[in-house]
């Protein structure tokens, strides 16, 4: 009798560890996309407050072709003179501590577009950073592309 005992409690948590393991994926898979908007959304933030300074002439820019955006990621990191120089209210400020990973491929590597690109371009131009997108090429639960968010 313990002997069937024994087999039967063995079917039924495997049966449980078949249920719960696809639930254990699922679950990983929405952590993922909710750190990924997350990400997206602090460096479209840094991206706007970058082009907000550009625009009230707190960041001054030598080249006409970035349109008040960064040149690269980077440039959001090293920090920038914001204000007169001159002035002792002068200050460095930086948008964003590191760039983030992104949690789809697990790289630090994003794709970028540039104002002057199409809004669904895949290259970047190089002029300036005006969006940033995953490089992932897998779907997302809703069925959309993680490229396209």
Not at 65 to 74: D, V
Request: proline letters at 3%; glycine letters at 6%.
């Amino acid at each position: 009798m313990t002997y069937l005992e024994l087999l039967v409690a063995m079917a039924v948590l495997a049966i449980l560890a078949t249920v719960a393991l696809p639930l254990a994926r699922w679950d990983q898979k929405r952590r993922d996309e909710a750190r990924l908007r997350t990400s997206l959304r602090m460096m479209r933030g840094a991206i706007d407050k970058y082009k907000e300074y550009t625009d009230q002439g707190l960041i001054i820019q030598s080249d006409v072709e970035q349109k008040g955006y960064p040149l690269t990621l980077e440039e959001l990191i090293e920090g920038i003179d914001v204000g007169d120089p001159e002035s002792p209210e002068s200050k460095e400020i930086r948008f964003l501590q590191r760039i983030l990973v992104d949690p789809m491929t697990g790289e630090v590597e994003w794709g970028l577009r540039s104002y002057q690109d199409d809004w669904d371009s895949d290259s970047w131009g190089g002029e300036n950073v005006y969006d940033v997108y995953s490089l992932s090429d897998r779907r997302a639960l809703d069925g959309t592309y993680y490229r396209d968010w």
